[in-house]
């Protein structure tokens, strides 16, 4: 029966495509038994972004240079913008708004309501970033992201050059004063992060050294320094990429071919297998128990027993915003 484990040492007890490495994890393999496989015809596919609003996800494909949206009424794929820039990670605002890493342009940019895009960061200190990867928002409206050099490091991702920082390190960017600052600067390739649910937390992937590190972080961050940095937890099976949380606090990742689950105390407590590498996943839908997957060249969904962390927001996004309208040229794969 679920909830009882096998003696210590012996495998995981299996259901469907949950592997319970942990009694805690049970209650979280309640869900749907297969991955449903919604498109399948991308490159590279990565940073998964869900807006209520419109009901629908949006996603990169980065090497293929373009930003996609699948529609959850209809289950149609179709062009968001094409050329992108090469972009990677995306997040939506407390406006409402998609915030995106471009990797080819080497910055953050935000889509306004309209349509037009406003860059946010694209240098420091007058040097441009490697190849911002992953962004997350905080409840201030502060805007987080990691700069590893994977757009810089061939033409595949993006555009080969030289970093210009030296470094690849986590940054933040100020609501008010668009001021940019080094949050974490001993990382080898940050790469995907999430808050903890207090937000008095920063999970952050480091996807060289193979580990998730939990950052303390100040009630107000505008001037005080990240401090701690202690190793959360090391998957095994493959790169650690892309961070969710859930609405109890536990710790989702992209590891390999699968999605590791970490409760708060850093131990793992199951595991998500997906066949194919999972570069990045968010939680959506109505009741955000909805998970979604970027998996190589396909995009996977799993309905889920356990709702997504709520997200910060001031207004539910316009109607009118240029996002909800329908995109361009739909594309077969579903």
């Not at 600052?181 to 920063?202: I, K, M, Y």
Request: charged fraction near 25%.
């Amino acid at each position: 029966m679920l909830g009882v484990m096998s003696p210590a040492g012996d495998a995981p007890v299996v259901r469907g495509p949950y592997e319970i490495h942990d009694e805690r994890f049970a209650p979280c393999a309640h869900g749907d038994l297969r991955l449903e496989r919604l498109w399948d015809d991308g490159r590279w596919l990565e940073g998964p972004a869900y807006f209520p609003a419109g009901r629908y996800l949006v996603f990169s494909d980065i090497p293929n240079d373009r930003l996609l949206r699948w529609d959850e009424t209809t289950g149609a794929v179709g062009v968001l913008r094409s050329p992108a820039h090469h972009p990677n990670g995306n997040t939506v605002d407390l406006q409402g708004r998609l915030v995106t890493c471009e990797q080819g342009e080497r910055r953050v940019t935000r889509t306004e309501h309209d349509g037009t895009t406003t860059v946010i960061a694209d240098r420091f200190r007058g040097l441009r970033f490697n190849s911002p990867n992953d962004v997350v928002v905080r409840s201030d409206g502060s805007i987080w992201f990691t700069d590893p050099d994977y757009g810089i490091a061939s033409d595949y991702e993006g555009h080969r050059a030289e970093s210009e920082i030296g470094g690849c390190h986590v940054y933040r960017v100020d609501p008010a004063s668009g001021q940019t600052r080094v949050v974490a600067d001993d990382f080898q390739r940050p790469n995907g992060l999430a808050f903890s649910r207090d937000e008095r937390q920063l999970y952050v992937a480091d996807t060289t050294a193979g580990h998730i590190r939990a950052l303390d972080l100040a009630e107000d961050d505008t001037s005080s320094p990240v401090t701690g940095g202690r190793v959360f937890a090391e998957p095994s099976g493959g790169d650690v990429d892309g961070l969710r949380l859930d609405a109890d606090g536990r710790v989702w990742t992209a590891v390999g071919e699968a999605v590791d689950c970490y409760d708060p105390d850093g131990s793992l407590l199951g595991r998500i297998r997906v066949p194919g590498r999972v570069a990045n996943l968010t939680f959506g839908g109505a009741r955000r128990n909805r998970m979604f997957l970027c998996g190589g060249t396909a995009l996977y969904s799993l309905l889920m027993s356990v709702n997504g962390a709520r997200r910060p927001t001031t207004r539910t996004a316009l109607d009118r915003s240029a996002l909800h309208r329908p995109a361009k040229l739909p594309l077969p794969g579903g």
